[in-house]
């Protein structure tokens, strides 16, 4: 099958920056759109940031020009960039790849177990 693990998250002070990082094994023969997505207590999972496996990015309002999102396709890793960082972004840090795991079959969409950020004021 495949895997999504997640590396990278941690606690900082506010102002500081953490970069997520976020790699997926087992049987991939492509991964389309790779994103980031997270949780805070008491409220949805919601989407930071996606690639596809073109460049093309997407962000969060809240996250804009503070975060960056990028992927290395031939280690089939997508990573998050966090600066500047706000204790609003505290909370579980969550992975999410579009994968085709074999020609004929239909893509699937995945996750990792998350990484906690926690942002100190």
């Known amino acids: 099958q495949v895997q999504l693990v997640e590396s990278g998250g941690g606690l900082v002070q506010a102002g500081g920056s953490l970069r997520l990082s976020c790699a997926a094994s087992g049987r991939i023969l492509i991964i389309y759109t790779m994103g980031w997505y997270r949780q805070a207590p008491g409220k949805q999972r919601e989407l930071v940031a996606s690639i596809t496996r073109g460049g093309i990015t997407n962000y969060a309002d809240s996250v804009k020009g503070r975060f960056t999102i990028s992927r290395d396709n031939a280690k089939n890793t997508v990573y998050l960039q966090m600066n500047s960082l706000k204790p609003e972004d505290t909370a579980v840090y969550y992975c999410?790849?579009?994968?085709?795991?074999?020609?004929?079959?239909?893509?699937?969409?995945?996750w990792g177990q998350g990484t906690q950020v926690t942002v100190s004021s």
């Open positions: 999410n790849a579009e994968i085709l795991s074999s020609l004929g079959s239909r893509t699937n969409d995945y």
